[in-house]
Nanobody
Framework: QVQLVESGGGLVQPGGSLRLSCAARGSTVSIYDMGWYRQAPGKQRDLVAAITSGGSTYYADSVKGRFTISRDNAKNTVSMQMNSLKPEDTAVYYC?????????????WGQGTQVTVSS
């Protein structure tokens, strides 16, 4: 069982920056593919960025060049640096840990952290 706790959300003006962190308890994040998702009111939850256990990264087109995902296996955390924030980045951001092995799949979610981009 993995418990994920997000932090770092808040209110920021357009063009500003925030850094989200996801701390994992109960297991090491090094064996999981980690992702950040977001969900705006009335919309589905979408993948924003991901980093595999091997270190490969993925970014949604809408955040490429602005967001950077990273992991610190020693601290058991995954972070996402968000720069040049836009109002359309406003959403609840969720951390996800996923692992597939031998036909089984494990997926864990954090409770979410609110990011609001507004002047």
């Amino acid at each position: 069982q993995v418990q994920l706790v997000e932090s770092g959300g808040g209110l920021v003006q357009p063009g500003g920056s925030l850094r989200l962190s996801c701390a994992a308890r109960g297991s090491t994040v090094s064996i999981y593919d980690m992702g950040w998702y977001r969900q705006a009111p009335g919309k589905q939850r979408d993948l924003v960025a991901a980093i595999t256990s091997g270190g490969s990264t993925y970014y949604a087109d809408s955040v490429k060049g602005r967001f950077t995902i990273s992991r610190d296996n020693a601290k058991n955390t995954v972070s996402m640096q968000m720069n040049s924030l836009k109002p359309e980045d406003t959403a609840v951001y969720y951390c996800n840990a996923e692992r597939k092995f031998g036909g089984s799949r494990w997926s864990y979610w954090g409770q979410g952290t609110q990011v609001t981009v507004s002047s």
